[in-house]
């Protein structure tokens, strides 16, 4: 069984779900998680005020939301919910809007799920799989989808850069760290984390580079360890000028985007 599924309960799933507006689809999943006992109602509260104070960043890709918040004591335990709406509901998000599946997580740290969302992260950006869990009628079909998560890094369009190793340390001056940062450092953050790491293995470059996913006070405080952030448009523009490129990811799935994000940034 996947970390992902192993964190999933039956009765945190809802596939035929309905919600007015993107509130009441937080509410939805949140509820979820608290009527398995993993949190209060006070952490639904704040995954929807996270949103209110930083925008639609939680939208990472086309019809995805990961709604989440910092840890707390409203957090019991480590525990995701799942929610697909019949109906799409809109987060404000400019790209990756109407959103269909929301996916709720509560964290009592910053690693406890880290790997449960790589797994997730690989799903998603795989266009076969992200199908699947669009079609998915009962919770054994989808935790067959979510146990065959092991995402295959191909290269697609996304191609090998040439010369990388003197690319990497000589041409840039590499400082050898990424950024990829979200307003907890602990969801968001980490899917865009595991896309970046997956292109720079195709690159040749994973050994070169260190990626770290963090928060937006983090981000600001140490920006200029990195050669750049990568982020959303939302938290983008809550960092500010903070000394170094700060370049905007609209889907945190995607290879080829950040592929092309790279070849910008390195000059490639």
């Not at 990472?60 to 929610?83: M, Q, Y």
């Not at 880290?114 to 869990?133: C, D, F, P």
């Amino acid at each position: 069984m996947s970390k992902l599924s192993e964190l999933l309960e039956d009765s945190a799933v809802e596939l035929h779900g309905n919600a007015v507006d993107w509130k009441e689809a937080i509410r939805t999943a949140g509820g979820l998680l608290e009527k398995t006992g993993a949190i209060t109602g006070n952490y639904t509260q704040a995954m929807i005020t996270s949103v209110e104070d930083n925008g639609p960043y939680i939208v990472v890709a086309p019809g995805f939301a990961f709604a989440h918040a910092r840890p707390s004591e409203a957090v019991k335990r480590t525990a995701i919910s799942w929610l697909r709406l019949d109906e799409p509901v809109r987060f404000g998000h400019g790209t990756n809007d109407p959103v269909t599946l929301v996916v709720a997580l509560a964290a009592q740290d910053d690693k406890a799920h880290t790997k449960a969302m790589s797994e997730l992260a690989k799903i998603l950006g795989n266009k076969t799989k992200r199908e699947r869990l669009d079609t998915v009628e009962s919770v054994d079909e989808l935790r067959e989808a979510l146990g065959d998560s092991k995402a295959e890094v191909k290269g697609a369009s996304v191609s090998t850069a040439s010369s990388t190793h003197q690319v990497a340390e000589d041409s840039v001056a590499s400082k050898g760290k990424i950024y990829t940062v979200c307003g907890n450092g602990l969801g968001t953050s980490l899917f865009l984390k595991n896309t970046l790491e997956q292109v720079l293995d195709v690159w040749g470059w994973g050994p070169y580079l260190t990626v770290e996913a963090t928060d937006t006070i983090s981000a600001k405080g140490r920006a200029k360890e990195a050669d750049f952030l990568l982020t959303s448009g939302e938290i983008a523009a809550t960092l500010g000028d903070v000394g170094v490129p700060v370049y905007v990811i609209e889907d945190f799935t995607n290879q080829q985007e950040i592929d092309a994000a790279l070849r910008e940034l390195y000059d490639v």
